[in-house]
């Protein structure tokens, strides 16, 4: 399996979101675990990760991301949830991602990717992603919401 397209917020989460993951399908269970490798092992074995059932609307409730390790996954309905990705590693860490719809165009992507994983960003990936399909429109949206901006 290629390496996950996945940026990070540098030292660890800054804000609502701890950066982007561009999957390059919606096959949640070819997809995790490349993304699970991918985390830091110090923050402990991935235990479970939660999507929205929109986004994922075929995810299985359980994931082997390696032999003998299984992730539950849980589907959610909420707003809050869209276009993300919770990834919780035991009692040690929790990463909240932006997730980069598959389809998108790399040049979009990249700035996603970029903006989420910004310590200054303090959208959520919700908005992050409306922002930006937005337009050039939504650069000035971004900044006057106090974010540098998907450039």
Do not use: F, Y
């Not at 993304?35 to 299985?60: I, K, Q, Y």
């Amino acid at each position: 399996m290629p390496l996950p397209r996945l940026r990070l917020t540098p030292d660890g989460s800054h804000g609502p979101l701890d950066g982007a993951w561009w999957p390059r399908c919606d096959a949640l269970e070819l997809e995790l675990p490349a993304l699970v490798g991918s985390l830091d092992p110090s923050t402990g074995a991935v235990t479970r990760v939660t999507v929205e059932s929109a986004a994922w609307p075929d995810a299985p409730h359980k994931v082997m991301t390696a032999p003998g390790h299984v992730i539950e996954v849980a589907l959610t309905d909420g707003a809050a949830e869209a276009h993300a990705i919770t990834v919780d590693c035991g009692t040690v860490g929790r990463w909240e991602l932006l997730v980069v719809p598959p389809d998108e165009p790399a040049g979009a992507a990249a700035q996603l990717l970029a903006a989420a994983s910004d310590p200054a960003n303090p959208l959520s990936a919700p908005r992050l992603l409306a922002l930006t399909e937005s337009g050039p429109d939504g650069q000035a949206l971004w900044e006057a919401e106090g974010g540098a901006g998907p450039r």
